[in-house]
C-alpha cells in the first residue's frame, strides 16, 4: 500500500494530464479514470507502471503496433476466483505517452457509449460491462477511490487549475497491514462471499484447498474455520471502514468497526 505521501504525489502528477485528455477528446468525467490509474498501477508503484508507463493494464491485442512486455497478471473470469495468466501488456515511453494511451484505447467501437456517461459510476458500470476488466467489485472499488480521495474535483473542466484535494477520513492507510501475497490467519469463523459484503459461497464453490479448511451451515454456505491461514490476493476498504479481504475461494471481512477478525 503506497504511503499518503505517495498517493498525494501520484494524484498530483497523473490527474492533471487525465483531466486535459479527456476534456480534448470529449469525455464529460475524469475522476472515474483518475481512480482506474490508480487502482490498476497500485499508485503507479507497479512494475508495469512504474518501468513501462502503462498505468491502465492495457493488453496488446491484435492491433498493437508499438512497444510491449509479457507479465504474469490474475484475472477472474469466475466471481471471487482468480486465474494466474500471463499476457503480452503495452508499453509507453512516459507517463504522458501512457495517459494518452488509455485514451486511444477506449476508441475502439464498444468504448463508444463512454463520452456521453455523466458521472463516474456511469462511466465506470459502463466500461464494466464493455468488458474492460474482469474483477467484479471493479465500478466499487473504483467509486470508492473516486469518493475517498475527492476526485470529483478534477471533473470541473471549466476550472483553470485544481488543487489536489485533501483525502477524505475514509482513505486512510487502515488496511495497509494487509498486503497481497502476504498470509494471515482468522481469529473467528468466517463465512466466504462472492463480493465484499456480497452473497454467501457454498462450500462446493471454495477452492479444493478452501474446501479443506471450511464448513457448510445448514443452508450449504460455506465457513472458513477460526485459525485458518489465508494469502491475501487483494485488500479492499470500504466507505464505511470495513476491510475485506480477496482470498482465493472468495472474499473474507477483515475488520468490520472496531472489530478485527484476520491478524
Known sequence: MATQKQ?????????????EEAKKRGYLVASPIIAQAICESGWGLST????????????????WKGASVNMATKEEYTAGTLTS??????AYSDIKAGVAGYFDFIQYSRYANLKTAS???EYLE???????????????TNMNIVTNYNLTVYDNFTAAAVV???????????NSKYKAGKNYVTTV??????????AKKTLKELTADGRKHAYADKQGKAILKKN????CNRAELETNGDIWLQIPSGWICAKQGKETYIK
Open 126 to 140: 459502463r466500461i464494466k460491462a464493455d468488458g474492460y476488466a474482469t474483477s467484479s467489485t471493479y465500478v466499487n
Open 7 to 19: 498517493q498525494k504525489e501520484f494524484i498530483e502528477k497523473i490527474a492533471p494530464l487525465i483531466r
Open 85 to 90: 495468466i500471463r499476457d503480452n501488456f503495452r
Open 48 to 63: 508495469l507502471a512504474s518501468k513501462y508507463h502503462n498505468y491502465f493494464g492495457l493488453k496488446c491485442g491484435s492491433s
Open 189 to 198: 469463523n468466517l463465512y466466504v462471499r462472492k463480493a465484499p459484503n456480497g
Open 228 to 231: 485458518t491461514t489465508i494469502t
Open 119 to 121: 458521472t463516474p459510476r
Open 164 to 174: 489536489t484535494p485533501t483525502p477524505a477520513p475514509a482513505a486512510t492507510t487502515d
